[in-house]
């Protein structure tokens, strides 16, 4: 495949010098000792000293890339925006739970 047009819609590329686009992935390292924090009552020994998890999302083309191949931006960003739709969902039940179960603890 041609790496001057998009793998995924064909359209060319905008400017040959970009360095190539084959997928985009963010790793973030969170800290949650704030968190654990909030909850002095737990056990001794139920948590890490330094707690931190990872959160990751990703895009890349169903059956992989090679050095020819390209994404465009207009793909990544209906990728993009797919994954914000998801996580918001699941953000919005999240807050539900969390934000409800801190209610009702304190009305107790």
Avoid at 14 to 25: H, K, Q, S, V, W
Wanted: glycine share 6%; net charge neutral.
């Amino acid at each position: 495949m041609n790496n001057n047009y998009c793998c995924q819609c064909g359209k060319p590329r905008r400017n040959l010098t970009e360095p190539l686009r084959d997928a985009l992935f963010i790793d973030d390292l969170i800290s949650t000792l704030q968190h654990r924090k909030q909850h002095p009552d737990l056990p001794a020994g139920t948590n890490e000293i330094s707690p931190q998890m990872i959160a990751h999302w990703g895009v890349r083309r169903n059956g992989g890339t090679d050095e020819q191949m390209h994404i465009c931006d207009g793909c990544l960003l209906l990728a993009v925006r797919a994954i914000h739709k998801s996580v918001s969902s699941v953000l919005a039940e999240l807050d539900s739970v969390v934000n409800g179960a801190a209610r009702s603890s304190k009305s107790s």
